[in-house]
């Protein structure tokens, strides 16, 4: 890449090196060095150079800050944004990096709850498919649904504790006495039955589903309750916040509607030209 116009379109740049051997994830692949270069212009995002300094080996990414606040909104790339908040300053104009880090790790503390509400979806997906893997004798496709539920499962918690998953959930959750941690370690490592050992997780994630719901859902209950009007489905799967949990918020709703932690309501007045009423959904 040329020096010049990295200077032109580059606010700054974060060094990021680990501390030992091993596999550090695909970022690093067998590189020393990761050097992420923040820019202000389309003509360097998302390009890359592979550099060497001697026997330092280096990876060079050009990212915008946008593309950064988009990747915290959305849950995606946690491995850069990890990368991004603990790599090393190399260099920055009038502070923008720092300024961005700020903003990063704002974002990061207000969209907790959409985190949360987040994994909890996709937990309780992999959960009810493992569920049904299991009432039909399939325990293999249960036992890889279990693991799913699990991994999601290990991600409310690390949340819970205030900490970001990345890509190393399980070792970030091994060391603080979690449950789901000792369910992991029932499933993978027990010497009872494949079937056994699936039924055992699955009654245990039969209860967390019902205590961790509420918590779990606030964001959507807040959702629902900020207008006087009920919703409809389709206006739900339309919202922007909601997007990235579409495939499971049906299923969600009607848990949470028979739990009684939504309510429903049909629309409109019945009589005999409409046969039928859309449902709306509301929380209080």
């Not at 032109?8 to 990021?16: E, K, R, T």
């Not at 569920?131 to 293999?140: L, P, V, W």
Request: some cysteine; hydrophobic content about 40%; glycine content about 6%.
């Amino acid at each position: 890449m040329n020096e010049q116009t990295v200077g032109q379109h580059a606010i700054g740049a974060i060094g990021y090196r680990h501390s030992g051997g091993g596999f550090h994830g695909s970022l690093l692949h067998d590189f020393e060095l990761l050097v992420i270069v923040i820019c202000s212009s389309n003509e360097l995002k998302k390009q890359m150079d592979h550099c060497i300094k001697g026997n330092l080996k280096c990876q060079i990414m050009y990212i915008s800050g946008e593309d950064l606040l988009g990747w915290v909104a959305d849950g995606e790339h946690q491995e850069i944004i990890t990368c991004f908040l603990q790599g090393e300053i190399i260099w920055d104009v009038q502070r923008r990096v720092v300024s961005l880090r700020s903003q990063i790790m704002e974002l990061e503390q207000t969209l907790q709850e959409q985190y949360m509400f987040r994994e909890f979806s996709r937990f309780l997906r992999r959960y009810l498919e493992a569920k049904r893997y299991s009432e039909d004798g399939h325990f293999m496709d249960a036992y890889r649904s279990v693991v799913d539920a699990l991994y999601h499962y290990a991600c409310i918690e690390l949340i819970e504790k205030g900490i970001n998953p990345d890509q190393r959930v399980w070792e970030q959750i091994s060391h603080l006495g979690s449950v789901v941690y000792k369910l992991y370690e029932e499933l993978t490592e027990s010497r009872e039955t494949l079937e056994q050992r699936v039924e055992l997780v699955l009654l245990a994630c039969d209860f967390s589903v019902m205590s961790k719901m509420a918590d779990c859902c606030k964001f959507l209950l807040k959702i629902l309750s900020s207008r006087h009007e009920p919703w409809t489905i389709q206006e739900l799967l339309k919202h922007p916040d909601l997007v990235l949990v579409r495939e499971e918020l049906p299923m969600v709703l009607r848990k949470l509607v028979y739990r009684s932690l939504v309510r429903e309501t049909p629309s409109g007045h019945q009589s005999s030209n409409a046969a039928m009423r859309q449902i709306r959904y509301w929380a209080n």
